[in-house]
Structure formats: C-alpha cells, structure tokens
C-alpha cells in the first residue's frame, strides 16, 4: 500500500488530517486498541486510534527516515495533520517518519520503502 498524491503539493500544504476516533489513555491502554498499529498520540492524554468508519486515507502513509510530511498536531483541538516539508510530484509517495518508540510499541523492525 501507500499514499500517492494525485497532483503536485506544495511545500507547507496539508495532505491530509489523520482522522479515526479520539481516546483517552484508558481507553487506549485497554486490549481492544493497544495493539493496533494505527494508534496515533497526539498531546498529554489523548490518542486517535485510526482504524475503523472515522479513519480516512492518511492511514495508509509509510514509513521512512527521510519523510516528505511531517506530523502538525492541535492540542487544543486534539487534531493531527500531514504537512509537506517540501514540493511533492504527483505520483511520488507520501512518507512520514513513525518515530523509534512506534516500532518499540508494535516490536517489528522498521521497514523502509523509499
């Protein structure tokens, strides 16, 4: 899978918001989400767990070491957004940089697809 835009996006355009159901840290420690690799945190105890009717297509973004987004979060809107770091082509994967703790979490290796 991947994300692939289908016209040219500007650096500091949005991609896209990662959408899916907003958690508390309770409710994201318990068994039914803790093991989804699509549990996103974004500030002190508030997690969206992008799986499920809410998600939407930023789910599908890979990973990589050198990402063409970066993750833009709202604490005061418990939001997540995808902004280009710089001038995507149409066609060219989207990728984001999951952070070493997400691979400790879901304890796989890193995989890289760039």
Known sequence: MGLFPKEDVQKGDTVGFYTG???DDKSANSSKYCESKYLLWIC????????G???NYTRYINHSTKPNIKLVVSTR???ARFEALR???AG???FFDYGDEYWINVD????ERN
Do not use: A, F, N, Q
């Open 92 to 94: 060219e994967e989207l």
């Open 21 to 23: 159901r907003v958690l």
């Open 87 to 89: 001038k995507i082509r």
């Open 77 to 79: 809107w418990k939001t």
């Open 108 to 111: 796989i290796s890193p995989v």
């Open 53 to 55: 009717k809410k998600s």
């Open 44 to 51: 002190k105890d508030h997690w969206i767990y992008g799986e």
